[in-house]
């Protein structure tokens, strides 16, 4: 059976992979509430989910045989577990138990379930469902945690009263709340049809083989951008200076030290997208020459001869053809009024002010807070986490291309 490769947002085929719990009857009402809303469902199951319900109502539900076993030749002739893999736009864990969890993040390969985790390309979604103790041992928490990192899905656990009489966090979610998610997974995107070129991090300018100039710029807000961006639709290219993050899942990352580096990195891409952010911290000067050997101390004194170093925002704001282009304002006095000359001697659509005088703000920090202006008009985006800030950023940057392809 072919991949669906239609652009009907309901025409998705999704893989529900139901574990060994109590909630596993659930699965059979979350068939209905897929299909109801136009996706195509197979299930594969897992022996111990036989316990709770049974193939054949599945079978009866979703309109397929399930597959349970992964050294069953017939299920295998039929549709092997390499091909479910394939044809999946989304394999959904629901149930997903402790167990199931603990061997999906330890890459096991010797049931059907983890297989099909393993194998497909699909995002992989984990629909927890547990005894709220189990859910809060620290072991199961640091799986989920593990799991996160590696850009799996975990929608829920809810909370509430559990099939064992206990009452606290670790119920499946309801069908039709997994459902709902599942659509709005596949909803066109506010940033879907926009490619993002954006740089993050410092750059590193080399005064000898040992030794450099630098900032304390630690990547996160960039990368929380590239994220976002990529989460919104966008295809997202990440010119990064040297830092220590993962690269988020579907972003395209070119890895730079110097500022002409940067430089060259985004000038060979940026015409293949129509928005830029400039997040890094570019050093302003860079050694008029690199030393080849280490500097020897000679004297209590050193002079080092510094030269000025191209500007890339503005490069990129005045190349044929243009981006949307927007700034950053790293500042630590007379933030806006900085900002605003900046937004117009660089030529920008749009510049994100950023006070950097507190050190709970902004450089190295988890948290940042932004004034993003452009030719008329602005808004203050309060001090929260960078993810979230990244969102909100890229929801106002959205707005103004919007506005400014209608030529308002
Ligand atoms: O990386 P984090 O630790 O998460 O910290 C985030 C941040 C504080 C670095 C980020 O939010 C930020 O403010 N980035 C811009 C820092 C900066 O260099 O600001 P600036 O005011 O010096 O530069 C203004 C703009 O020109 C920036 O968009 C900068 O990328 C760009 N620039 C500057 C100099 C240069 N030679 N080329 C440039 O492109």
């Not at 395209?252 to 997208?273: F, G, I, K």
């Amino acid at each position: 059976m072919s991949k669906n490769t239609s652009n009907n947002q309901t025409s998705k085929n999704i893989l529900l992979a139901i574990g060994g719990g109590i909630a596993a009857y659930k699965s059979a009402d979350l068939i209905r509430r897929l299909k109801e809303r136009g996706f195509d469902v197979r299930v594969v199951m897992s022996q111990s989910a036989k316990e709770f319900i049974t193939p054949l109502t599945l079978q009866a539900l979703s309109g397929y045989p399930v597959a349970s076993d992964l050294l069953d030749t017939a299920a295998e002739a039929a549709m092997g577990h390499i091909e479910l893999a394939k044809w999946a736009d989304l394999v959904v864990v629901a149930p997903a138990t402790a167990n199931l969890i603990a061997r999906i993040n330890a890459g096991m390969a010797d049931e059907l379930i983890t297989t099909t985790c393993l194998a497909t390309e699909a995002p992989v979604v984990i629909c927890p469902a547990m005894n709220r103790q189990m859910y809060r041992s620290q072991v199961t928490q640091e799986n989920l945690s593990n799991l996160l990192k590696r850009d799996i899905i975990i929608w829920g656990p809810g909370s509430g009263s559990q099939a064992c009489g206990d009452i606290g966090p670790g119920r499946m979610l309801e069908p039709t709340d997994i459902a709902d998610r599942t659509l709005q997974f596949f909803a066109p995107k506010l940033l879907t049809g926009q490619s993002l070129l954006l740089t993050a991090g410092p750059t590193r300018e080399a005064i000898d083989p040992v030794r450099y100039i630098s900032n304390h710029s630690s990547g996160k807000m960039g990368f929380a951008i590239a994220k976002a961006a990529a989460d919104m639709g966008a295809k997202v290219t990440l010119v990064s200076g040297p830092v220590n993050l993962t690269t988020p899942a579907g972003v395209n990352r070119v890895d730079v030290q110097s500022t002409q580096d940067m430089l060259d990195a985004v000038m060979a891409n940026v015409e293949e997208h129509n928005i830029f952010i400039g997040c890094a911290a570019v050093a302003d000067y860079r050694v008029a020459e690199i030393a080849d050997e280490k500097i020897k101390k000679s004297s209590t004194d050193m002079q080092l001869a510094l030269v000025r170093n191209p500007d890339i925002l503005a490069t990129v704001a005045s190349h044929t053809p243009r981006p949307f282009t927007i700034g950053f304002a790293a500042e630590t006095q007379d933030v806006e009024h900085y900002a605003k000359d900046k937004l117009v001697r660089k030529k920008l659509d749009m510049i994100a002010a950023n006070d950097v005088s507190s050190p709970e703000l902004g450089f190295n920090a988890d948290s940042n807070a932004l004034k993003v202006i452009w030719g008329d008009g602005q808004q203050d985006l309060p001090a929260t986490d960078k993810q979230t800030l990244a969102k909100q950023l890229l929801t106002l940057i959205a707005k103004q291309l919007a506005n400014k392809q209608d030529g308002k």
